[in-house]
DNA sequence: AGATATCTATCTACTACTAGATAGATTGGC
DNA sequence: GCCAATCTATCTAGTAGTAGATAGATATCT
């Protein structure tokens, strides 16, 4: 893999531990075997370590969501599909949505990471809204944002409970 | 009022804004015009201000509770209220609920600060999980870890849009 | 030669935290 | 009432360590 990869996904489990200020370069790059001088490199400051962050992230949720949901029928199971990516890394890594992490401490955040999480937000609510159209249901937009709600914040205390029973209840509870 | 709850007010705010490692004793005691020495007086550690933050945060909350629900007749009324103590701050402060802040970041929090956080969801469960019992849920527990995931996801996502009525319309989908 | 990626070495600013002193208020013994 | 002891809350001055960031040299590959 590239180098600018290695370093996001370094970046990208730690801050989905500990969120964006428990993150540094030296830790980053001492885990690499490399100097904290280097990467600024590749990402001169840190802002541009986390929008790039953000963005990989958000591409690399929907690509999986396409991948996973194409051969689906119902909104139903594409709903269901779209949880269990969440889920998938929520259960064997306990890790929390990326956004959800810096969703949270968003108003210390740098502008411009601050923006690619509510992208992040607009699109998921962009897709869920889709799917309870073609469900036919009578507030499409306030139930995507319900739902994203939902599993953003099951992610969350599942998380910090170490329980991913939480989560799983959550998704049951949708539609 | 007594000096060990201005500090913790400063810390509260600046802690919900941007999460626990953004908040510094530096900007604390600059804030109230004393040196950052002299906090370490009142808290000597900051593992110890964190957790006596969340433990008032947690009694200012349930007093709170207490207060709002204790005319009210049925669970509806209750939860509704119970859900209208997180949105006050929210609304005219935009600010989210401690734990859900701090929740976001908790594998890399002191263990005592985690274990609070722990605490606080754990009494909400109980709290809710009260409520769906004499409502007659079918299984009050599952439901009242629902209800609390939704309350917590639907602030951080009202925060970070600074845009309430996410958080209304998810109050709405309860029950 | 040029581009890419790393290094060394350094900077300034900030982090939590501590030691030791001080001023002022409070408390208890005689 | 007076004195000694203690407590409260702050200060100055400092520790060691970490933060992000930069300049300029070096190595490697095309």
Redesign the interface.
């Known amino acids: 893999m590239d180098r600018p990869n290695i370093i996001l996904d370094i970046a990208e489990r730690r801050m989905r531990?500990?969120?964006?200020?428990?993150v540094s370069y030296r830790d980053i790059a001492s885990e690499i075997g490399i100097k904290s001088a280097s990467l600024h490199y590749h990402f001169p400051k840190k802002e541009d370590l986390g929008v790039a962050l953000v963005q990989r992230y958000s591409e690399n949720f929907f690509a999986a969501v396409k991948q996973n949901t194409s051969e689906l029928k119902t909104p139903q199971d594409k709903i269901k599909a779209f949880a269990s990516i969440f889920n998938s890394e929520l259960k064997d890594q306990?890790l929390?949505c990326l956004c959800?992490?810096l969703?949270?401490?968003?108003?210390?955040?740098p502008e411009g990471v601050?923006h690619e999480?509510?992208s992040f937000?607009d699109r998921n609510v962009l897709w869920l809204t889709a799917q309870y159209e073609a469900y036919g249901h009578a507030d499409p937009v306030?139930?995507a944002?319900?739902t994203?709600?939902?599993?953003?914040?099951?992610m969350?205390?599942s998380?910090?409970?170490d329980d991913n029973s939480?989560f799983d209840?959550?998704v049951s509870?949708i539609l």
Chains 1, 2 share one sequence.
């Open positions: 531990q500990a969120g964006y200020n428990a306990n929390v959800a992490v969703g949270a401490e968003a108003a210390g955040l601050t999480v509510k937000f306030s139930k944002k319900i994203l709600s939902l599993l953003e914040g099951a969350m205390i998380a910090v409970n939480i209840a959550a509870s």
